[in-house]
């Protein structure tokens, strides 16, 4: 998928930061009709979301909050993303919420420019030579998923095609086998991580060796809190 490039998910950050500096990173961001967002059952729902929402997505809706369409527009993956993220348990909602710490060279960051969005979206101190923050996350096993988010995960499949239709043959799926992934995805992970305040649907494949592949699907959120 083209979203997955290097290219691409820098330009991301780059708007994704500045979105967050001049809104819920500085000052809380002013709702208004211009945001095209609705309330159900209590719960602020994107204008995207379905007419009839299903219990999951009106379960992650109570956690998530939508970006407004003029900093992240539409893409067929959001309500899947949605979705998927309310199969997860309460246990794994809660683990997803509890910031955890992170590190990493500061020399890898300086090398790919982004020293300024460590610091400024990720609040990343420096120790010794690393950068230490803290971001919310969870990555799931595919060959760990229950029915009910194997079946949500592989909802991501269609609604990638559908996204990638006329313009690639490049889908989610299709991006995975390329990337080294098994035929039954079982050294594949799914799951959601946190930029700055953002939500992100991640992917990585265990191609050998240790090594993990993997990158952004798509930032489809906000933290609700």
């Known amino acids: 998928m ?7 998910t ?25 945001d095209n967002k609705r309330e159900t059952d209590g719960l602020l729902l994107p204008n995207w979301a379905p007419e009839n929402p299903s219990p999951e ?21 959001f309500p899947a993303a949605y979705e998927f993220f309310g199969t997860l348990s309460d246990e794994q909602i809660a683990d997803f919420m509890k910031p955890k710490q992170q590190r990493t060279p500061i020399k890898t960051v300086a090398e790919r420019g982004m020293r300024d969005v460590y610091k400024e979206t990720f609040g990343a101190q420096e120790v010794g030579d690393e950068f230490v923050w803290e971001q919310n ?37 299709v991006h995975l086998y390329k990337l080294g992934a098994e035929e039954d995805l079982s050294n594949v992970r799914i799951g959601f991580d946190t930029f700055g305040h953002m939500v992100r649907l991640m992917y990585f494949a265990n191609v050998g060796e240790g090594r993990d592949v993997g990158g952004d699907i798509c930032t489809f959120a906000q933290l609700s809190k």
């Open 2 to 8: 083209m979203r997955i490039s290097r290219k691409t």
């Open 10 to 34: 820098l330009l991301a950050l780059v708007v994704l930061t500045l979105f967050l500096l001049n809104g819920c990173g500085g000052r809380k961001p002013q709702e208004s009709t211009a």
């Open 57 to 77: 997505f009106l379960r992650a809706a109570k956690v998530l909050k939508p970006i407004p369409e003029e900093v992240m527009p539409y893409t067929p993956l």
């Open 137 to 173: 996350m969870i990555y799931l096993p595919v060959k760990s998923l229950t029915p009910a988010q194997r079946a949500a995960f592989e909802n991501l499949f269609v609604a990638s095609k559908e996204e990638v239709a006329g313009t690639s043959d490049d889908d989610l799926l």
